[in-house]
């Protein structure tokens, strides 16, 4: 029982820990101040954001669409989802991020890639904010197994 106590109280640390690093290393409009500045991600905002701006293409549940391993006709991948299911948890929260604000095309050229996964940019429309808001919903979504690994994975990639 305290052995398991312990781990969960590391969890909620490192998560904790990769959010705050992400809030102070955030590029953009409100990204500044943040040192002086509390953040605590807004959850509920995310969510209504998501419906909004994300659910037409990765489903109202983050399913995302069918077949989204495989390039339609276009050469794009279709939608993933950002559920347990899909590979969003697998990604660090700068990518999540850039990839958000930028847009894939953009982002991937970025890294060097040149490939254009269909994924628009939303930095005209969603401040830096809202856009750490909806991620902070889609990861309040996942098995807890999987946030900490996708902290993990994030604090790893900011040092």
Not at 35 to 43: E, K, R
Request: hydrophobic share 40%.
């Amino acid at each position: 029982m305290m052995r398991r106590l312990a781990f969960s109280l590391l969890a909620l640390l490192v998560l904790v820990a990769a959010v705050a690093l992400i809030w102070l290393f955030a590029s953009g409009d409100e990204a500044g101040n943040r040192a002086s500045v509390s953040y605590i991600p807004d959850v509920e905002q995310g969510q209504t954001l998501y419906a909004t701006y994300c659910a037409a293409c990765h489903g109202t549940n983050l399913e995302g669409q069918a077949g989204w391993r495989s390039p339609g006709p276009d050469g794009r991948l279709p939608a993933p989802p950002h559920d347990e299911n899909g590979h969003t948890w697998h990604h660090g929260d700068q990518l999540l991020f850039d990839y958000t604000k930028l847009g894939g095309k953009a982002e991937m050229a970025k890294r060097g890639v040149e490939f254009d996964s269909g994924m628009p940019a939303f930095g005209d429309q969603l401040t830096d904010t809202e856009i750490n808001n909806v991620l902070a919903y889609i990861k309040s979504t996942w098995p807890e197994r999987l946030q900490i690994m996708q902290a993990e994975r994030s604090a790893a990639e900011a040092e």
